[in-house]
């Protein structure tokens, strides 16, 4: 096609059209870019209400700063005709996609609750899209969603559009409220029900009423039932139905009240959906005596879990919470009880589907006897051993009473078990175990024996027994919130980094792992994220978010002796297998530095690394680097002999933290906003399974020997424990 000029803009291919327009790629000769031009109809340049709406709420969406809104670059209007200068963004549209058949729900729902962030950041600006459809969501290689024609959108409290405009909603009909064909004001709910009808097509490909004109889908959209999803695509979860149903009420009133809550639902549909088919799993394969012990380290400890109690965790929401770097707000409801002896029934939204009490009732009498003899038996007749060596020659012990905060499990300087082979689908251990409030970042002692969790709100530090798993210390942290947690390289003393809501209080602080005793509390930079240690223990690296520096202690004054200049907001550090590299996560820079700690912490370079670069961990080898980018759910790796980016590939939603299994064969990530912990291929990247992780799973550890991870639960105050070797 000939090129042609459209005042600085050469108009290079045309991307698409429809009734509010074209969309071409396009040159900006002024600033040398490409980009994607929308040049709306001549027509309306010509109504002076429409241009002067146009440019004030072009204005505001132009100002929207959600990662998922589509950046405008500029608009306005050449020689009587209005556009809008957009990022030009590779990848099909979402109607694209379906051509080639519906998507799996999970996949829907992870793309729809990025639609979702956008149309809220814009709601909350006062505008409603008011055309959202599959042909304005974006989507990327690594799934990563763009919602393109703010531009067009209007304020809240405005009424509708004159549908007489020819062509001007032709593509829009299949997805338009019913209060769009009145003369109502409208509001946000317009776009929960238009999210509605492309999250019922997503799980179908088939629009959600039939009929090509005006007349029929009006009709549909004010009188016809919403679809069934699950009735058309038998393998939809048939809780998406409510969830549709509800999206697409005819009166706003009786809707979701924000496209969030409307794909909250959907992911609780799944979760339900995952947590039956698991029930329907195990009665259909019971548990065999001699895979007990597999499943569960210590019987005669699970059993006193299942009797003292141990059925679940309260749900519970705190109030706006950045525990562990988390990014999201959560409800406000009553802290749960925690600890040995507390609740005695799980969360309402965790009990399994098809339980009634009686069922319930016998499933836990049976298992409490099963694991009660099992365990008299394992504990009277296995062998007695240092505890250290292959498992089948551990020493059960008695279950561990809360103790004082000063009590803490031994320390080990035996070197761990061999890694066991990682398998592709982990399976859930027991229930989700309480612990304090705000569980933000858990990290496993290198003896395997323990994990200290930090829990900001509650300020302190808990001490997670990993054989008996319960709670047997807590460590109050004077300085301020706890963050993040490392252990020097022996195991006999944790560093926690420390800050509170208004960054006046920084620090890290020193723990005697033997004592669970407060040693020191070493003043830092602002906001001091995860630190790492170096390989020998001597130098302890503080990523600070809000200096764009790393601080350098040395670990036996705690005096600083280093600070390394590094792009701004680090969130992460990792330290090479040599000593002779360091890699930070720089989360608003988009970027992976690499440091050359022979030099001073020379930066030697910075690869890109998607939106929001959150997490960073150096592969059991020492080949390899993986890091999560939180904004645009994707994990990418680097070759650390090349220090070049060898890979990419997407996770679940909004991944926040990454850790190698042992054997280097995978990785796991904790999904905050997708609820699941990823396992992830790392020679592919092809995510194997995405297990469900709770509400707001934070972090995630692995033991030294790679049987078990552990995922925190931000929003439930619990543990997660999942089997990773089958």
């Known amino acids: 096609m000939t090129e042609r000029r459209f005042g600085p803009y050469v108009l290079q291919e045309i991307l698409g059209?429809?009734?509010?327009?074209?969309?071409?790629?396009?040159?900006?000769?002024?600033?040398?870019?490409?980009?994607?031009?929308?040049?709306?109809?001549?027509?309306?340049?010509?109504?002076?209400?429409?241009?002067?709406?146009?440019?004030?709420?072009?204005?505001?969406?132009?100002?929207?700063?959600?990662?998922?809104?589509?950046?405008?670059?500029?608009?306005?209007?050449?020689?009587?005709?209005?556009?809008?200068?957009?990022?030009?963004?590779?990848?099909?549209?979402?109607?694209?996609?379906?051509?080639?058949?519906?998507l799996p729900a999970e996949r829907a729902v992870r793309l729809l609750s990025q639609v979702a962030d956008a149309l809220e950041a814009a709601h909350s600006d006062a505008l409603v899209h008011r055309d959202v459809k599959p042909s304005n969501v974006l989507v990327t290689a690594n799934d990563f969603v763009y919602v393109v024609d703010f531009g067009i959108?209007?304020?809240?409290?405005?009424?509708?559009?004159?549908?007489?405009?020819?062509?001007a909603t032709v593509g829009t009909l299949d997805y338009m409220a019913p209060e769009r064909f009145t003369n109502q004001p409208l509001d946000g709910r317009v776009d929960v029900y238009s999210l509605a009808c492309v999250f019922s097509e997503c799980l179908t490909a088939v629009r959600p009423f039939r009929g090509d004109d005006l007349p029929a889908l009006l009709y549909a959209h004010l009188y016809t039932d919403p679809p069934c999803p699950s009735k058309v695509v038998p393998?939809?979860?048939?809780?998406?139905?409510?969830?549709?149903?509800?999206?697409?009420?005819?009166?706003?009133?009786?809707?979701?009240?924000?496209?969030?809550?409307?794909?909250?639902?959907a992911r609780r549909a799944l979760t339900a959906d995952a947590a039956a088919h698991d029930v329907a799993h195990v009665q259909a394969h019971p548990m065999a005596p001699e895979t007990i012990r597999t499943a569960v380290p210590d019987p005669w400890v699970a059993a006193q879990q299942v009797h003292g109690g141990y059925l679940g965790a309260a749900a519970h929401k705190m109030g706006v919470v950045s525990a562990g770097g988390v990014h999201k707000s959560v409800e406000q409801l009553p802290p749960p009880s925690w600890g040995p002896g507390g609740p005695a029934s799980p969360p309402a939204q965790e009990r399994r589907a098809g339980d009634g009490p009686g069922r319930r009732t016998a499933l836990i009498a049976g298992l409490l006897t099963l694991l009660l003899v099992a365990g008299l038996v394992t504990y009277l007749l296995w062998p007695a051993g240092d505890g250290d060596g292959d498992t089948a020659g551990s020493?059960?012990?008695?279950?561990?009473?809360?103790?004082?905060?000063?009590?803490?499990?031994?320390?080990?300087?035996?070197?761990?078990?061999?890694?066991l082979p990682s398998i592709a689908v982990p399976t859930a251990v027991g229930v989700p175990i309480a612990v304090p409030p705000t569980p933000g970042f858990l990290a496993v002692a290198?003896?395997?024996?323990?994990?200290?969790?930090?829990?900001?709100?509650?300020?302190?530090?808990?001490?997670?027994?990993?054989t008996s798993l319960q709670i047997n210390a807590?460590?109050?942290?004077?300085?301020?919130?706890?963050?993040?947690?490392?252990?020097?390289?022996?195991?006999?003393r944790a560093y926690i980094t420390v800050y509170n809501a208004d960054y006046s209080r920084n620090a890290v602080v020193f723990v005697d792992t033997a004592s669970n005793e407060v040693t020191a509390t070493v003043p830092v930079g602002h906001r001091p994220f995860a630190p790492a240690t170096s390989r020998d223990g001597d130098r302890l690296f503080i990523p600070l978010h809000n200096e764009g520096r790393v601080e350098v202690l040395d670990t036996a004054t705690a005096q600083e002796v280093d600070s390394y200049e590094v792009p701004p907001n680090p969130h992460w550090i990792a330290i090479s297998a040599d000593g002779t590299r360091a890699y930070t996560a720089n989360h608003e820079s988009d970027v992976i530095t690499v440091l050359d700690l022979t030099a001073g912490g020379r930066v030697l370079g910075t690869l890109p690394a998607g939106d929001s670069p959150h997490s960073v961990a150096l592969s059991p080898d020492g080949s390899r680097v993986a890091v999560v980018s939180y904004d645009s759910s994707d994990v990418r790796l680097v070759d650390t002999a090349t220090d070049q980016l060898v890979a990419t590939g997407p996770v679940g939603l909004r991944p926040q933290d990454v850790t190698w299994a042992p054997d280097g064969r995978r990785f796991y990530t904790a999904d905050v906003d997708g609820n699941t912990m990823s396992v992830v291929t790392a020679d592919t990247l092809t995510v194997t399974a995405s297990v469900p992780a709770g509400d707001d799973p934070t972090s995630v550890g692995v033991s030294p020997d790679g049987s078990h991870a552990y995922v925190t639960d931000l929003a439930t105050a619990t543990v997660r424990v999942f089997d990773l070797t089958g």
């Open 17 to 102: 059209v429809g009734g509010m327009g074209e969309v071409w790629r396009a040159h900006d000769t002024r600033r040398e870019r490409s980009v994607a031009l929308k040049l709306l109809p001549e027509s309306l340049g010509q109504d002076p209400e429409f241009r002067a709406r146009f440019r004030r709420e072009s204005h505001v969406a132009a100002r929207l700063r959600e990662p998922h809104v589509i950046p405008i670059h500029d608009y306005g209007e050449i020689d009587g005709r209005m556009f809008i200068d957009m990022r030009l963004v590779d990848g099909p549209d979402l109607g694209e996609l379906l051509k080639e058949g519906p």
């Open 446 to 466: 290198p003896n395997g024996r323990y994990a200290y969790i930090t829990h900001g709100e509650a300020g302190v530090v808990s001490v997670l027994d990993l």
């Open 474 to 492: 807590t460590i109050p942290i004077e300085a301020g919130p706890p963050r993040f947690v490392t252990f020097s390289p022996s195991g006999d």
């Open 153 to 167: 959108a209007r304020s809240i409290g405005s009424t509708r559009t004159s549908l007489t405009i020819t062509g």
């Open 395 to 419: 020493t059960a012990e008695p279950p561990v009473e809360p103790e004082s905060s000063s009590s803490a499990p031994a320390t080990s300087a035996a070197p761990p078990p061999a890694p």
């Open 235 to 265: 393998t939809v979860p048939a809780g998406m139905d409510e969830v549709v149903r509800k999206g697409m009420a005819k009166k706003p009133e009786d809707r979701y009240s924000t496209p969030v809550e409307l794909m909250s639902a």
